[in-house]
């Protein structure tokens, strides 16, 4: 079956950095167009980046300039490069898998920025 696998939360200080992954298996993950997503405690989830399967990116503007989507379809595997995080950006943040008809999500990592 179709995995989605976060990695790479945690607690980081205001204007440090972290790097999330995503790790998919059970699909043909080149074919995919892989998302972020965030959500904040009591907030609607969010996109916070896409990247297509050729690797074009659109980021939300809260985000634009600090965070990096970036894919590499050999390890099957999207990676968000988080920097200047600020205390807005504590989420927990999900990986999203679209293709076609289907639609998959990860369960998610807690990103919390905090001095």
């Known amino acids: 079956q179709v995995q989605l696998v976060e990695s790479g939360g945690g607690l980081v200080q205001p204007g440090g950095s972290l790097r999330l992954s995503c790790k998919a298996s059970g699909m043909i993950f080149s074919d995919y167009t892989m998302k972020w997503y965030r959500q904040a405690p009591g907030k609607q989830r969010n996109l916070v980046a896409t990247?297509?399967?050729?690797?074009?990116?659109v980021y939300a503007d809260s985000v634009k300039g600090r965070f990096t989507i970036s894919r590499d379809n050999a390890k099957n595997t999207v990676y968000l490069q988080m920097n200047s995080l600020q205390p807005e950006d504590t989420a927990v943040y999900y990986c999203?898998?679209?293709?076609?008809?289907?639609?998959?999500w990860g369960q998610g990592t807690q990103v919390t920025v905090s001095s």
């Open positions: 999203n898998g679209v293709y076609a008809r289907y639609n998959y």
């Open positions: 990247i297509i399967s050729g690797g074009s990116a």
